[in-house]
């Protein structure tokens, strides 16, 4: 075996590996870097290298493209706040909220040191792993598997600790709305409207743009400054973040290990890892008061357990030809392009390429993170142009990122509705994460439950598989329960009468006019949703009746604990958001009428010269740029828009 | 196994794809401008691919590109548009109301854009006797069982026939409708369990033992079960069979030492199956597996470039170079072309009256769909 791995290293060093490699890596660089675009992109433009090309050479290139991408996005996530792919969601939370202190380069190099770790712990740990998997992947039946599901649910406790009865209706309305499309018991389509575009229920990608990105454009344009509202100095950030880093080691090495270890179990990773290890960043906290607000640990969690789980995907990718991830899925497509067949085969007469694989995986993580840190100082700078400059671009590449979802004009209008439920959510604090939690995990949770239930009865639950993940689950509510218990009569006891103060007036309900919509937009939406699934067969509707029936259980509470409680009336003004958001379905509606592009460019060009009034040159040049930056787009990596009158006619 | 297979022709098709890429570079029209044939066909050609990159049908699409671009007059550019979404209707949707009738567009279909057609999904708003088929790609499929059910493929039948198992399905109406319609002509107590995301997905469930039969199509059978039955954990039971050039079901030339369900059910019924449960069967069969995969033409394309395109197809097929790489990529299939697919495809696409009302009750009874 020892000369196998050795004889796939001086393969992984030949040049032509190395130069190809290299092309995959600045590849996965720039379409991670752009939102929305993800793998999909990225392989459309390796393929016509693909084909008849030497097998180990063109393995180091795919690999190259797949490792870099969970790197390449953190930037979008840290600088815009918009997830760049469903494994950097977590990452936004803090990443964005350092950027708004004016600590984007101490949030970007930790994290691409983080993720450089991670991925080598990955390779490392997968190394060893991949030739004993096969078992383990096996023992993972359906029951462990929504456990594992169930502990992904039960972050949304971890997370929204002051708020729970508001983030557990937040989470179970996700979980309706991940309900949307097919229901995957019998087949049945529920929830959709009769919309074709709802048949495949609402993708991640506009749902974590929607609830993340816009609610956060509309901030800042109200705020009317930069990103960075402290000054900020770049070359310190930089070093901060590498200190950072080393001090995080143990954390760093733990959420590595989770997510190489959880990438290996198939159809799961890639949708629960970053949430998992975020909450386990914080519940191991001492301190989590910073957690939301800009806290070094809430970065690099998620962003070392992103690369380690690429690397573990790639168990289930090889062994079973099942890809464990988004990207793992255009690895598989790749490897089916090469005529390679994933299976049994590649341990036995393939180990080799699997080596090299693995190889070209670890040496593609270096690489990218080295890039990137070389590029974290200079993008960082971003931060501090005011934001109205760039909110106008920062708007078109979400449209560009949502369309790439589906390519239908569902995906713009969805964008708009979600963006609009984030701005609620934001403005009255109701937990966007649990919201993301809810929508990711939905489809596994019911999937998982009901083939447990059906493939082995009531002992589904009775494995010690099933036991083990309980535990954790138990733990994740209790701990944060006996921690508060344990500080309180740490506080009464050195009689702290200040700081209890200040902690039961902050954990008083508030209630606000945004408070009051959501509830009854909740309300509304749990009587649609029960009588459009009236008519189902039990099987296919118990799932969102469950999701209806967490939001009134969770959502009743909440008014409870306000009439039992004193309320403090907030007062939560919308009317400049609504103004935004009118603003946005307006840009929504000129796409779909005009095209994508001529609408684009012009309404840069009018946002830049009338809104931020920078002097017309320089408006003229951005909106060509904006331009250009869509024909290249589209010509490069065969991408549609959506056409319209002045599109069709000036662009063909 | 496969992985070398592509080096004897490394050159033509590396040239292949450097030009695709100068093509992409270039605005529309440069490089067509110089092509002017006789049947005039356009000098770049979008070929739609319903479904993602790197998927079956996108790979077994991009496998024909080549050889459809040496063989057509004028050697035209064809660029691959993969529109994903609805299972593949989404796609074949704008192809249906936006491709152009010159020859410049062609379609990819599978199993999943036939069978909502046939089932008349309210989504689909194509219409399969508006398009004309070029070339179709078979593809077989084995139904296995666990090792644990008997010594013997009649004994693992025996047990089949006498206990309930279970199965690791997608969806009622989906690629495994025409295997559950088998079994249960068959009489056997074969529960599925729905919501697999893959066939693979399925594999895995059998894998971990969660389900006792199992079922794949012929590349992934050779591939991945093929080692299970020689290890004694799968005992394969029967191939759906294969269709021969006068529509008749015969013996999976990839499996023919295994029987097909029409032999098995006869061992069991002792009498060849009749009946509008094995029309529907049958049907089914014929456009999820004999004509799995195709290439469409809209109707109104021009007699003369429709030609060329068969011609073309019928060219390459009998290129020795084309059956080897065939082989390694696509499976031990020779795909259909001609008049044969055409009149294969006219006689399933649709469902007798007696065939709808007998799989809308049986779908009803079953697991409770309403068509």
């Known amino acids: 075996m020892i000369d196998i791995l050795l004889s796939s290293l001086g393969q992984v060093f030949t040049l ?43 393995l180091g290139m795919l690999m190259g493209l797949v490792a870099v991408i969970p790197t390449g996005d953190t930037f979008a996530s840290v600088l815009l706040g918009i997830p760049g792919s469903s494994a950097s969601q977590a990452t936004v939370l803090d990443g964005f909220a350092l950027a708004k202190r004016g600590q984007a380069a101490r949030a970007l190099s930790s994290a691409f040191l983080a993720s450089m770790i991670g991925g080598l712990i990955g390779a490392v740990i997968l190394t060893a792993f991949i030739l004993i998997a096969r078992p383990l992947v096996l023992s993972f039946s359906s029951s462990e598997l929504f456990m594992l599901t169930l502990l992904g649910l039960s972050m949304v406790a971890v997370l929204s600790s002051g708020d729970m009865f508001k983030g557990i209706a937040a989470c179970g309305l996700g979980l309706l709305v991940g309900g949307i499309g097919m229901a995957p018991a019998t087949g049945e389509f529920r929830l959709n409207l009769g919309i074709d575009y709802l048949y495949d229920g609402i993708p991640l990608v506009v749902i974590g743009l929607g609830i993340f990105a816009l609610p956060e454009i509309i901030d800042l344009l109200a705020k009317r400054g930069s990103i960075a509202n402290h000054p900020c100095e770049l070359g310190k950030g930089w070093k901060q973040g590498i200190r950072d880093v080393k001090q995080q080691r143990g954390l760093l090495a733990r959420c590595a290990a989770i997510g190489s270890l959880v990438g290996t179990v198939p159809g799961l990773a890639g949708s629960v890892v970053d949430w998992l290890t975020y909450g386990h960043a914080v519940q191991s906290a001492k301190d989590r008061s910073q957690f939301g607000k800009g806290d070094i640990r809430g970065v690099i969690a998620p962003e070392a357990a992103n690369n380690a789980t690429a690397c573990g995907a790639m168990v289930p990718t090889l062994l079973f030809g099942i890809p464990g991830s988004g990207t793992a899925a255009v690895f598989l497509g790749g490897l089916m392009l090469l005529g390679l067949q994933p299976g049994i085969g590649m341990i036995e007469t393939h180990l080799d390429l699997t080596y090299t694989i693995i190889w070209s995986l670890a040496l593609a993580n270096i690489l990218g993170a080295v890039l990137c840190l070389g590029l974290a100082g200079p993008v960082a700078s971003l931060t501090r142009i005011r934001f109205a400059i760039l909110a106008p671009l920062i708007t078109v590449l979400i449209l560009f990122a949502a369309f790439q979802a589906t390519r239908s004009a569902g995906d713009l209008l969805a964008l708009g509705l979600v963006g609009t439920l984030g701005v609620l959510f934001k403005r009255a604090g109701w937990s966007r994460p649990a919201f993301l939690i809810g929508f990711v995990l939905a489809a596994g949770a019911e999937t998982y439950f009901y083939q447990a239930y059906q493939f ?88 969102p009746v469950l999701a209806i029936g967490i939001i009134l259980v969770a959502g009743g509470a909440e008014i409870l604990r306000m009439c039992i409680r004193s309320v403090k009336w907030e007062t939560q003004p919308m009317r400049e958001e609504i103004v935004w958001l009118g603003g946005f379905f307006s840009l929504v509606g000129l796409v779909l009428t005009i095209g994508f592009i001529s609408s684009a460019t012009l309404f840069s060009l009018a946002f830049l010269l009338f809104f931020a009034k920078i002097k017309p040159w320089l408006a003229l040049g951005l909106a060509s740029g904006v331009c250009i930056f869509l024909l290249t787009m589209a010509h490069f990596m065969s991408l549609t828009y959506p056409s319209g009158i002045l599109d069709s006619w000036l662009f063909g | 196994m496969t992985h070398d297979h592509p080096k004897n022709c490394v050159l033509p098709k590396r040239f292949f794809a450097f030009g695709l890429i100068a093509s992409a570079l270039m605005l529309n029209g440069l490089v067509g401008s110089a092509q002017a044939d006789e049947t005039t066909l356009p000098g770049n050609i979008t070929f739609t691919v319903p479904f993602g990159v790197g998927g079956g049908t996108d790979v077994w699409a991009r496998f024909f590109v080549p050889w459809f671009s040496e063989h057509l007059p004028g050697e035209p550019t064809i660029m691959i548009d993969n529109v994903p979404g609805g299972g593949s209707i989404n796609g074949a949707n704008l192809f249906a109301t936006r491709a152009r009738s010159d020859g410049s567009a062609i379609l990819a279909t599978s199993a999943s854009t036939q069978f909502p057609a046939m089932l008349d999904d309210s989504r689909v708003r194509y219409d399969y006797a508006d398009w004309t088929p070029i070339l179709a790609s078979p593809t077989g499929g084995v139904v296995y069982v666990s090792g644990g059910m008997g010594e013997n493929q009649e004994s693992a ?167 080897d790489e065939s082989d390694a990529q696509l499976g031990p299939y020779e795909p259909v072309i001609g008049n044969v697919v055409e009149r294969h495809l006219a006689n399933v696409m649709t469902l007798e009256d007696a065939t709808r009302d007998w799989l809308a009750e049986w779908l009803d009874r079953q697991y409770g769909v309403s068509l």
């Open chain 1, 456 to 543: 082995q009865g009531v002992g589904a639950f009775a494995r010690p598989g099933v036991a083990i993940i309980g535990l954790m689950i138990l733990a994740a509510f209790l701990l944060p329960w006996i921690k508060g218990l344990l500080q309180s009569r740490r506080q009464s006891q050195t009689s702290d009468l200040g700081a209890a103060v200040t902690r039961s007036k902050s954990s008083l309900p508030t209630l606000g006019a945004i408070d009051l919509l959501i509830f009854s937009g909740l309300l509304l939406i749990v009587i649609f949703a029960w009588f459009d699934t009236r008519e189902m067969t039990l099987l296919g509707r118990v799932f």
């Open chain 2, 157 to 323: 039948l025996e047990t089949l026939l006498e206990t309930p198992v279970q199965f690791a399905a997608q969806t009622p109406t989906g690629l495994e409708m025409p295997v559950l319609i088998a079994l249960d002509l068959l009489g056997t107590e074969v529960t599925p369990v729905f919501g697999m995301r893959s066939r693979g997905e399925g594999r895995l469930a059998f894998e971990r033992g969660e389900a006792e039969i199992d079922f794949q199509t012929t590349s992934a059978y050779l591939n991945s079960v093929v080692p299970m039955v020689e290890a004694g954990q799968a005992i394969p039971l029967f191939s759906l069979g294969m269709l021969n050039e006068d529509g008749e079901l015969v013996r999976d030339p990839a499996f023919p030492d295994l029987p097909t369900f029409n032999e098995v059910y006869e061992r069991v019924h002792g009498e060849a199956p009749t009946g509008p449960g094995y029309d529907a069967f049958r049907q089914f069969f014929a456009s999820g597996y004999a004509l799995q995969k195709l290439i469409m033409l809209p109707n109104d394309t021009p007699t003369e470039i429709i030609e060329a395109y068969r011609n073309a197809a019928s060219e390459f097929i009998s290129n020795p170079r084309f059956t």
């Open chain 1, 16 to 58: 032509p590996h190395l130069l190809y490699m290299m092309l995959g890596v600045v590849i996965g660089l720039i379409v991670g870097i752009i939102p929305g675009l993800g793998g999909i992109a990225g392989m459309s433009l390796l393929l016509p290298f693909l084909y008849g090309m030497d097998t180990t050479i063109a």
